[in-house]
């Protein structure tokens, strides 16, 4: 079956550090992947996607990379800011087994990030 | 404004006691699911239901039963909830199946089971 795994946290990083999130996965045929941020209290927010090999997802200053090769999604950011301070998941999605099977998501265990300033 | 909403946000509850978290969306989408949220093991899928009156098991429903009535709501319902079921808990929707990867998230509901 699909899975997701990502670096454990918590990660902690000072103001304008350089953040990266590491993201493997494993999954048949060609899954679209995905990063969703939650912010404390909240529910979950699509940050970015990319949907074949080589597309880079990108939005707010954090992109990844879909690297078909090396099955990984790694999230990166420049300079981080303390309102980045949330939980990240890698996801993915591939088709249903049978026609008409809904594309079900199949998340990491989260990556949680404190900024501090 | 476009939403998912969950209710209650808190709920304590005893053993055997049933319950129902609600699950409503304003933005006419056809698809909805539940997760459960836990320490180390990300958002597992509970249910989830393409459109009304389809709904169909995710990757954890044992315990868990839903019903999908109309198009806006979409309940879960403990029967006889356990202590094992003490989680946090995420309605979700999407415009269609086709497009799920783009979910809308509610707020969430912490469910402790004593």
């Known amino acids: 079956g699909n899975s997701v795994t990502q670096m454990e946290g918590p990660v902690t990083l000072s103001e304008e550090a350089f953040l990266t999130i590491n993201c493997t996965y494993t999954a048949t045929g060609y899954p679209s992947l995905f990063w969703y941020v939650q912010y404390p209290g909240e529910g979950l927010q699509l940050l970015l996607k990319?949907?074949?090999?080589?597309d880079k997802g990108s939005n707010k200053g954090f992109e990844a990379t879909y690297r078909k090769e090396t099955t990984s999604f790694h999230l990166e950011k420049g300079s981080v800011q303390v309102s980045d301070s949330a939980v990240y998941f890698c996801?993915?999605?591939?088709?249903?087994?049978?026609?008409?099977?809904?594309?079900?998501?199949?998340f990491g265990s989260g990556t949680q990030l404190t900024v501090l300033p | 404004e476009a939403q998912v909403t969950q209710n209650p946000r808190y709920l304590i509850t005893v053993t055997g006691k049933k319950l129902t978290v609600t699950c409503s969306q304003n933005m006419n989408h056809e698809y909805m699911s539940w997760y459960r949220q836990d320490p180390g093991l990300g958002l597992r899928q509970i249910y989830y239901s393409m459109n009304v009156e389809v709904t169909d098991k995710g990757d954890v429903p044992e315990g868990y039963k839903v019903s999908r009535k109309e198009k806006r709501n979409f309940p879960l319902i403990l029967e006889s909830p356990s202590p094992n079921q003490t989680s946090l808990y995420f309605c979700?929707?999407?415009?269609?199946?086709?497009?799920?990867?783009?979910?809308?998230f509610g707020s969430g509901t912490q469910l402790s089971v004593l």
């Open positions: 990319a949907t074949k090999a080589d």
């Open positions: 996801a993915l999605t591939s088709p249903g087994g049978s026609s008409g099977s809904a594309r079900q998501l199949t």
């Open positions: 979700a929707s999407s415009l269609s199946w086709r497009t799920n990867e783009k979910l809308f």
